[in-house]
């Protein structure tokens, strides 16, 4: 298997170490593990592309590149590029230092990677590690990712390979798993959650003067601890478990055509 890995926290991130492990492993003695990631941190970039100016990319090792760009712009590269002549048959995105649970995913430049791969019709999962006060001053926040990151992948795998050729018509699924803000020893468990909400959080800005004079607005993240829908990711995560979650490119509200068409007919 060759598996074309990416991140939003730069490639010196220590959760991209964590991949790297998982990512050999999978593609074992005879398969290649190619690392196209941001030459700088990238986090909450989303789904953004250089389209307006050029990314350059540098070679740091063998199959190791850093690219001056987004997560997107890493699979644009290691796709078209790095990997032209024998493409990846797996993009792996993280290991994210965070969760990107609930309304994070909208914003999470891990999940951009994935959402690029799947547009490119390659099968991809992004991978987060949820932190919290249970496992943020172990020696390995990362513990629970490392630990059953490959369980978790195979398995996705096998049903992602057991669905209906069909399925991935229009928008191929991708997949967004996240790992509990706990030690490995403490998971209770792998459970397939649906996209959830935290309650009254949200992302806001606080300002700061700088000593220039100047006026500057920082940007915060809301309560990682609030409650959420009962039997979403977030939710399921705080209470121990890894999520996995089915995703597509597909903003549309199904739920609101048959509405929206009655009100314009």
Not at 140 to 158: C, D, H, M, S, T
Not at 201 to 225: C, I, K
Request: aromatic residues 6%; hydrophobic residues 40%; proline residues 7%.
């Amino acid at each position: 298997m060759r598996i074309l890995i990416t991140n939003d926290d730069g490639i010196n991130a220590p959760g991209l170490k964590i991949l790297e492990a998982i990512a050999q492993e999978l593609a074992g003695p005879d398969g290649e593990v190619w690392t196209v990631a941001p030459a700088f941190e990238q986090s909450g970039v989303g789904h953004c592309i250089s389209y307006t100016h050029p990314t350059m990319i540098a070679q740091m090792g063998e199959r190791r590149f850093a690219a001056e760009g987004s997560p997107a712009d890493c699979v644009l590269a290691g796709v078209h590029d790095v990997m032209a002549d024998t493409p990846p048959d797996l993009v792996l995105s993280g290991v994210n230092r965070g969760n990107n649970s609930a309304e994070n995913t909208l914003y999470s430049g891990t999940i951009g990677a994935a959402i690029e791969a799947a547009l490119q019709g390659l099968p991809a999962i992004a991978l987060s590690q949820y932190y919290g006060p249970d496992n943020n001053a172990i020696d390995n926040p990362f513990e629970a990712a490392a630990q059953y990151g490959v369980e978790v992948i195979r398995k996705i795998l096998a049903s992602d390979r057991a669905a209906d050729p069909g399925d991935q018509d229009r928008y191929r699924l991708f997949y967004n798993v996240n790992f509990p803000p706990v030690p490995a020893d403490a998971v209770k468990g792998i459970t397939v959650a649906p996209q959830g909400k935290r309650a009254n959080t949200r992302f806001s800005v606080t300002p700061h003067n700088a000593p220039s004079g100047r006026r500057f607005l920082w940007v915060r993240g809301g309560d990682q601890r609030a409650p959420a829908e009962t039997g979403s990711d977030a939710e399921r995560n705080l209470d121990g478990y890894i999520s996995v979650t089915p995703m597509r490119a597909d903003l549309t509200a199904h739920d609101a055509l048959d509405r929206l068409k009655d009100a314009f007919a």
